[in-house]
């Protein structure tokens, strides 16, 4: 099947492209640029192929390709796309280029291990999202953390090396208790059902008891957690964001962040359908205070690159109330959400970055009537700042309308019968964060492009073509979201209604909200 | 007993013997003085080289034999450690090529390696016993090789003594069983660990303590830091690998097939997590790179005896993988350190800043090393650390699993400290840029190579071993 290995190309062009940087000659730094933007696009095209030709009528796998790996632990090297993944994939591929491009002018100290470090990435995240073996997306997981670490610390602000190390260690003490709950999740289905296996679809048919699931979940759940992040693990995600790169910021915020979403969509709560059912409240109520908390840091700094940083916060928290809905629209409104973000937050950093790069500073109150001094500028960046707001039209829009719709319609019926009336305080706080979300955002725009004309840096010159061209690329893609969301909607559909069956048919008696 | 037996199961040991004698002649007939190229050094390396081949190929045809019944046995799986263990003393005889001139590195790393081959295939105290000895008494004169620091004098005489101690305890332990079994041979120690008898639970006590003095365990590890630093950088690797090495086999081989039950259940986990959680904090103060390494492998030998825990069919299989997976990268931290002016600047850790800079191709090496010594993957480290800590939860130790990840966790950040040097620093001052060493590259290459193996075929080289 042509698709398949299609797929293992996608995967494998990032490493392929690593190791030709690995021995390209030093100090031809175009050639490097060339090489890795080449590769990028190279991925993006294979990708759209792939996209198109997935067919949104087969529930689970399709261009599976399975291999033994340590045939005696029933690892495998088992990727596929599903409805699961393929948004992701897409934005994946989708932001690669960019990213690469982005960095043409910022980055000009060892150009090489530079883009290595971000087509290494890239491979990583893709091996993350495609992996379809526990022990395979772990290894991608972990692996994803080392390229990072590097791009922080090399090529970061002057905190650089507090801000990578906080990084490193903070996701890494959650992968490690996730590994123990790895180990034990498939050493407990060995014993219970002879299967030894890390395939994700061998794992879900392990019942275990209620208690070991509560174990398990709190490990996977505090490793995602912290990578989403949700309050109160977030806090190395505003040092990371303010001193990494350009392109670290985008990569992070774009991609990495939905690694967190992903993981709980794909593994923590189906893989452990009751305790899940018993921890939803708390982690409905982390979810909406991740988005009201956040916005309220987002709408204090006076950094304009923590304002995004905490916005992200405030985001992810409503993939994670779609996600524990369990309606349909939610789930749905969850996954365009994490798309949503993975654009418009990745679009804001770069424009942070392209302001950067002119000025050198980011301190909000440096900057003021950009739209007088840069108006291709200010326009992309209303647009961006509108579709982080929600303003219909945009895919912001599409992604919070749809979770706030399946947040109240998961909460309706537990307050109309008198049972529970957490949910439905839960999603009007929710709303308001919406409110919140305008407010901050608003703010950033007013006294960014608006107000009195300063820059600490003049004469600034306007955008030129490659930077337009990001922009532009990403911006159709906001509106495309926004207007037609059919196409992606109908592509996870079967998923969203599998995770749904997965999660609720074992909900406990009297846990459910 | 046949003569044939005594040939064939012992042809390792055999060829290390001629190498030897082979060594000593050279240096009666004048062929290796100093001044006199590198002979000894060729002589040695094709005659581990020799012994490897012997005992793989012996492996492979699934050779078992016991020549000496009741006190040396070969088996393929044994034979294959054996290579395995003498494989990785051929990067330390590359990198010393320039270190040490004339014939007593090389004679004395041939000797040692001799009382590896014996410890691994013992069946009897008394052959545990003379291969440790053999084994250890090389090592106390490699590190003092280097005497051109006035450290080395005291490290060596510290590891001596400490060594004594270990070797007095272990005798006394085998005297213990051996008054309450009559017998000497190593299956009497996995009886007396399910007895109930005192003077027997005193001699297994004091034998597992022996054992973790060698391997440096807490509270018995405070020699290595010492010993390590004493040494010249080839003797430390050879310590920190091959030693370590060895002694863990031979733990493995004397546990033999027993589930260990409490209390000695306790004995081996308690002690070894205590070094995985005091090696890895302690770790992190060195400036030193070779004290930091010690502390490291005080750690590592944590983990290692960690897979003791485990199901006994498991114990050998995982233990392997990790001696081969840490033994590697552990080398190609050695082998692709950058020569400095004098020994002791090498050893600084800021000599590593701005490493990336001055020589990419080492900074590149040792970071690898590096991330796969924490047990980060997709390195090699991760797969061993997993193997074993699945061995230790599917024996139903998961709370002592879950501790030993968490000091395993504690780790992560000294390992990173070096990167952060070698990467995310400008150029120490005195650092000069230097040329890399052919042989130091080779050893390099050679350990590059078998990590990438164990890296991507893991599944492979598990069902293999």
Same mark, same amino acid.
């Given at each position: 099947?042509?698709?398949? &290995?299609?797929?293992?190309?996608?995967?494998?062009?990032?490493?392929?492209?690593?190791?030709?940087?690995?021995?390209?000659?030093?100090?031809?730094?175009?050639?490097?640029?060339?090489?890795?933007?080449?590769?990028?696009?190279?991925?993006?095209?294979?990708?759209?192929?792939?996209?198109?030709?997935?067919?949104?009528?087969?529930?689970?796998?399709?261009?599976?390709?399975?291999?033994?790996?340590?045939?005696?632990?029933?690892?495998?090297?088992?990727?596929?796309?599903?409805?699961?993944?393929?948004?992701?994939?897409?934005?994946?591929?989708?932001?690669?280029?960019?990213?690469?491009?982005?960095?043409?002018?910022?980055?000009?100290?060892?150009?090489?291990?530079?883009?290595? $470090?971000?087509?290494?990435?890239?491979?990583?995240? $893709?091996?993350?999202?495609?992996?379809?073996?526990?022990?395979?997306?772990?290894?991608?997981?972990?692996?994803?953390?080392?390229?990072?670490?590097?791009?922080?610390?090399?090529?970061?602000?002057?905190?650089?090396?507090?801000?990578?190390?906080?990084?490193?260690?903070?996701?890494?003490?959650?992968?490690?208790?996730?590994?123990?709950?790895?180990?034990?999740?498939?050493?407990?289905?060995?014993?219970?059902?002879?299967?030894?296996?890390?395939?994700?679809?061998?794992?879900?048919?392990?019942?275990?008891?209620?208690?070991?699931?509560?174990?398990?979940?709190?490990?996977?759940?505090?490793?995602?957690?912290?990578?989403?992040?949700?309050?109160?693990?977030?806090?190395?995600?505003?040092?990371?964001?303010?001193?990494?790169?350009?392109?670290? &910021?985008?990569?992070?915020?774009?991609?990495?962040?939905?690694?967190?979403?992903?993981?709980?969509?794909?593994?923590?709560?189906?893989?452990?359908?009751?305790?899940?059912?018993?921890?939803?409240?708390?982690?409905?109520?982390?979810?909406?205070?991740?988005?009201?908390?956040?916005?309220?840091?987002?709408?204090?700094?006076?950094?304009?690159?923590?304002?995004?940083?905490?916005?992200?916060?405030?985001?992810?928290?409503?993939?994670?109330?779609?996600?524990?809905?369990?309606?349909?629209?939610?789930?749905?409104?969850?996954?365009?959400?994490?798309?949503?973000?993975?654009?418009?937050?990745?679009?804001?950093?770069? $424009?942070?970055?392209?302001?950067?790069?002119?000025?050198?500073?980011?301190?909000?109150?440096?900057?003021?009537?950009?739209?007088?001094?840069?108006?291709?500028?200010?326009?992309?960046?209303?647009?961006?700042?509108?579709?982080?707001?929600?303003?219909?039209?945009?895919?912001?829009?599409?992604?919070?309308?749809?979770?706030?719709?399946?947040?109240?319609?998961?909460?309706?019926?537990?307050?109309?019968?008198?049972?529970?009336?957490?949910?439905?305080?839960?999603?009007?706080?929710?709303?308001?964060?919406?409110?919140?979300?305008?407010?901050?955002?608003?703010?950033?725009?007013?006294?960014?492009?608006?107000?009195?004309?300063?820059?600490?840096?003049?004469?600034?010159?306007?955008?030129?073509?490659?930077?337009?061209?990001?922009?532009?690329?990403?911006?159709?893609?906001?509106?495309?979201?926004?207007?037609?969301?059919?196409?992606?909607?109908?592509?996870?559909?079967?998923?969203?209604?599998?995770?749904?069956?997965?999660?609720?048919?074992?909900?406990?008696?009297?846990?459910?909200? | 007993?046949?003569?044939?037996?005594?040939?064939?199961?012992?042809?390792?040991?055999?060829?290390?013997?001629?190498?030897?004698?082979?060594?000593?002649?050279?240096?009666?007939?004048?062929?290796?003085?100093?001044?006199?190229?590198?002979?000894?050094?060729?002589?040695?390396?094709?005659?581990?080289?020799?012994?490897?081949?012997?005992?793989?190929?012996?492996?492979?045809?699934?050779?078992?034999?016991?020549?000496?019944?009741?006190?040396?046995?070969?088996?393929?799986?044994?034979?294959?450690?054996?290579?395995?263990?003498?494989?990785?003393?051929?990067?330390?005889?590359?990198?010393?090529?320039?270190?040490?001139?004339?014939?007593?590195?090389?004679?004395?790393?041939?000797?040692?390696?001799?009382?590896?081959?014996?410890?691994?295939?013992?069946?009897?105290?008394?052959?545990?016993?003379?291969?440790?000895?053999?084994?250890?008494?090389?090592?106390?004169?490699?590190?003092?090789?280097?005497?051109?620091?006035?450290?080395?004098?005291?490290?060596?005489?510290?590891?001596?003594?400490?060594?004594?101690?270990?070797?007095?305890?272990?005798?006394?332990?085998?005297?213990?069983?051996?008054?309450?079994?009559?017998?000497?041979?190593?299956?009497?120690?996995?009886?007396?660990?399910?007895?109930?008898?005192?003077?027997?639970?005193?001699?297994?006590?004091?034998?597992?303590?022996?054992?973790?003095?060698?391997?440096?365990?807490?509270?018995?590890?405070?020699?290595?830091?010492?010993?390590?630093?004493?040494?010249?950088?080839?003797?430390?690797?050879?310590?920190?690998?091959?030693?370590?090495?060895?002694?863990?086999?031979?733990?493995?081989?004397?546990?033999?097939?027993?589930?260990?039950?409490?209390?000695?259940?306790?004995?081996?986990?308690?002690?070894?997590?205590?070094?995985?959680?005091?090696?890895?904090?302690?770790?992190?103060?060195?400036?030193?790179?070779?004290?930091?390494?010690?502390?490291?492998?005080?750690?590592?030998?944590?983990?290692?005896?960690?897979?003791?825990?485990?199901?006994?069919?498991?114990?050998?299989?995982?233990?392997?993988?990790?001696?081969?997976?840490?033994?590697?990268?552990?080398?190609?931290?050695?082998?692709?350190?950058?020569?400095?002016?004098?020994?002791?600047?090498?050893?600084?850790?800021?000599?590593?800043?701005?490493?990336?800079?001055?020589?990419?191709?080492?900074?590149?090496?040792?970071?690898?090393?590096?991330?796969?010594?924490?047990?980060?993957?997709?390195?090699?480290?991760?797969?061993?650390?997993?193997?074993?800590?699945?061995?230790?939860?599917?024996?139903?130790?998961?709370?002592?699993?879950?501790?030993?990840?968490?000091?395993?966790?504690?780790?992560?950040?000294?390992?990173?400290?070096?990167?952060?040097?070698?990467?995310?620093?400008?150029?120490?001052?005195?650092?000069?840029?230097?040329?890399?060493?052919?042989?130091?590259?080779?050893?390099?290459?050679?350990?590059?190579?078998?990590?990438?193996?164990?890296?991507?075929?893991?599944?492979?080289?598990?069902?293999?071993?």
């Amino acid at each position: 099947m042509p698709e398949a &290995s299609v797929l293992n190309l996608v995967l494998c062009l990032p490493l392929l492209g690593a190791g030709l940087l690995l021995v390209s000659p030093t100090g031809r730094d175009d050639l490097t640029r060339g090489i890795t933007l080449g590769l990028m696009t190279l991925q993006l095209a294979l990708t759209g192929w792939l996209y198109v030709r997935f067919d949104s009528a087969v529930a689970g796998l399709q261009f599976e390709t399975r291999l033994p790996w340590i045939a005696t632990w029933g690892v495998h090297y088992q990727i596929g796309l599903d409805g699961y993944n393929i948004l992701l994939v897409m934005l994946t591929a989708f932001l690669g280029p960019l990213v690469t491009a982005s960095a043409f002018s910022a980055i000009t100290k060892d150009v090489k291990l530079f883009y290595a $470090m971000v087509l290494l990435i890239q491979f990583a995240m $893709m091996g993350a999202f495609l992996a379809q073996d526990l022990f395979l997306f772990y290894v991608f997981w972990e692996t994803m953390l080392i390229p990072m670490f590097l791009m922080i610390g090399i090529w970061g602000g002057e905190r650089r090396i507090y801000a990578t190390l906080k990084f490193f260690l903070y996701t890494a003490f959650g992968s490690i208790l996730m590994l123990a709950a790895v180990i034990y999740l498939v050493w407990s289905l060995q014993t219970t059902t002879g299967v030894v296996s890390f395939a994700f679809a061998d794992l879900v048919k392990a019942r275990l008891p209620l208690g070991v699931q509560g174990w398990l979940l709190a490990a996977f759940a505090l490793s995602f957690a912290i990578k989403v992040p949700m309050v109160p693990l977030h806090t190395w995600l505003p040092d990371a964001h303010v001193q990494a790169p350009t392109a670290g &910021s985008v990569i992070l915020a774009g991609v990495l962040l939905k690694m967190g979403t992903y993981g709980f969509m794909k593994l923590g709560f189906p893989l452990f359908p009751d305790a899940t059912a018993l921890f939803t409240p708390w982690l409905m109520t982390l979810a909406v205070v991740s988005i009201v908390y956040g916005a309220c840091l987002a709408l204090v700094q006076d950094d304009i690159k923590k304002i995004i940083a905490y916005s992200s916060i405030s985001h992810l928290g409503y993939v994670m109330l779609g996600l524990l809905s369990l309606e349909l629209v939610g789930i749905q409104g969850a996954v365009i959400q994490m798309v949503s973000h993975g654009l418009v937050a990745a679009g804001l950093f770069l $424009m942070v970055g392209m302001i950067y790069e002119r000025c050198h500073t980011r301190e909000l109150a440096a900057y003021g009537g950009l739209a007088r001094l840069l108006p291709v500028y200010s326009v992309f960046f209303m647009i961006l700042t509108l579709a982080s707001v929600g303003l219909p039209t945009t895919s912001g829009f599409t992604g919070e309308f749809l979770v706030l719709l399946g947040a109240f319609k998961a909460a309706w019926p537990p307050h109309a019968l008198g049972l529970n009336h957490l949910p439905l305080v839960l999603a009007v706080v929710a709303v308001a964060g919406v409110v919140l979300g305008a407010l901050y955002m608003l703010r950033f725009a007013l006294g960014f492009l608006y107000g009195a004309t300063k820059a600490p840096h003049q004469p600034l010159s306007d955008l030129n073509g490659r930077e337009k061209t990001i922009l532009g690329l990403i911006v159709v893609a906001v509106f495309a979201l926004g207007l037609f969301p059919d196409g992606p909607l109908r592509k996870t559909e079967l998923a969203a209604k599998a995770y749904k069956q997965l999660v609720s048919t074992s909900r406990l008696p009297g846990a459910s909200p | 007993m046949s003569w044939r037996d005594i040939l064939l199961a012992m042809l390792p040991e055999h060829l290390l013997l001629l190498g030897i004698v082979l060594l000593i002649l050279l240096d009666i007939a004048g062929l290796a003085r100093r001044g006199s190229g590198q002979i000894p050094s060729w002589v040695a390396l094709a005659t581990v080289a020799a012994a490897v081949w012997a005992a793989a190929q012996l492996s492979l045809g699934a050779y078992a034999a016991a020549p000496f019944a009741g006190h040396f046995s070969v088996e393929p799986a044994t034979l294959l450690a054996k290579a395995l263990v003498l494989a990785l003393a051929l990067p330390v005889l590359l990198m010393s090529r320039g270190d040490f001139d004339g014939v007593e590195f090389p004679v004395l790393l041939l000797s040692s390696l001799y009382g590896v081959g014996l410890m691994l295939s013992a069946d009897s105290f008394l052959t545990l016993f003379l291969g440790l000895e053999i084994m250890s008494l090389p090592v106390y004169v490699l590190v003092l090789l280097a005497y051109r620091r006035p450290q080395s004098a005291e490290a060596a005489l510290k590891y001596l003594v400490l060594g004594g101690t270990s070797t007095a305890m272990f005798m006394m332990g085998v005297s213990l069983l051996y008054g309450g079994s009559g017998a000497m041979d190593i299956a009497v120690f996995t009886r007396a660990l399910g007895s109930a008898d005192s003077m027997a639970r005193a001699g297994v006590v004091l034998v597992v303590l022996g054992f973790f003095l060698k391997a440096a365990i807490v509270p018995f590890h405070a020699w290595a830091p010492d010993a390590y630093e004493g040494a010249s950088v080839p003797v430390t690797a050879y310590m920190a690998v091959v030693v370590k090495a060895a002694v863990l086999l031979a733990a493995v081989r004397v546990f033999g097939q027993v589930q260990l039950a409490s209390p000695m259940l306790e004995l081996v986990a308690v002690l070894p997590l205590a070094s995985i959680v005091w090696g890895n904090l302690a770790a992190m103060r060195q400036a030193s790179l070779r004290r930091m390494i010690a502390y490291s492998s005080i750690a590592h030998a944590g983990y290692l005896f960690y897979a003791l825990l485990g199901a006994p069919e498991g114990r050998m299989q995982a233990v392997t993988f990790y001696l081969l997976a840490y033994g590697a990268l552990n080398l190609l931290v050695f082998a692709a350190l950058p020569p400095a002016a004098d020994d002791q600047e090498r050893d600084r850790l800021d000599h590593l800043q701005g490493l990336f800079h001055r020589s990419p191709f080492a900074a590149l090496m040792i970071g690898m090393a590096m991330l796969s010594l924490a047990g980060i993957p997709p390195f090699p480290g991760f797969i061993a650390k997993f193997l074993v800590f699945k061995n230790v939860i599917a024996a139903g130790h998961t709370t002592y699993a879950v501790l030993g990840l968490l000091g395993s966790y504690l780790g992560i950040y000294f390992y990173l400290r070096v990167i952060q040097f070698m990467f995310m620093s400008d150029a120490a001052p005195t650092a000069a840029a230097a040329p890399l060493r052919r042989h130091a590259v080779a050893a390099s290459l050679a350990c590059v190579a078998l990590t990438v193996v164990v890296a991507v075929f893991p599944g492979w080289v598990i069902s293999q071993l």
